[in-house]
């Protein structure tokens, strides 16, 4: 991914995670239960990390490793999409079995950070 792709996707799930937030506070409370509302809310919490992870991924990406950089980046958007997507969709939807697929997201954030943690490591760096 390049730089640009990094944050307009970042800043994309950071307006789509204000929203949510929103929702979930808003319009869901009256009609979900609260152990929903609570998964609705880690959804949310886990999209805002991972997008300022992409955005801090974006403003070191002259310093990492541009390959192990870029992939770690699509891990964390596709964590994003999988991870908060999923529970997301189990929320509305209240089919649990959409929850099945929650932690390959997290399997991916996890696979993301590694890779940044790499691109660190074979990165360029002053000392």
């Not at 995670?17 to 949310?44: E, K, Y």
């Not at 990492?64 to 891990?75: I, T, Y």
């Not at 649990?96 to 399997?107: D, M, N, S």
């Not at 590694?114 to 074979?122: D, F, G, I, S």
């Amino acid at each position: 991914m390049r730089t640009r792709s990094i944050v307009t996707c970042a800043a994309i799930a950071l307006m789509v995670g204000v929203g949510t937030g929103a929702f979930g506070a808003h319009g869901l409370r009256a009609h979900v239960s609260p152990h929903l509302l609570d998964v609705w809310q880690t959804a949310v919490l886990y999209q805002f990390v991972h997008a300022l992870g992409l955005l801090g991924i974006a403003a070191l990406q002259p310093r990492l490793h541009a390959r192990l950089a870029s992939a770690g980046a699509a891990f964390l958007l596709a964590g994003i999409l999988i991870f908060s997507g999923s529970l997301y969709a189990l929320v509305l939807s209240g089919v649990r079995l959409i929850g099945a697929i929650t932690p390959i997201g997290g399997v991916s954030f996890m696979i993301g950070w590694l890779l940044v943690a790499l691109a660190a490591l074979r990165g360029q760096w002053d000392t």
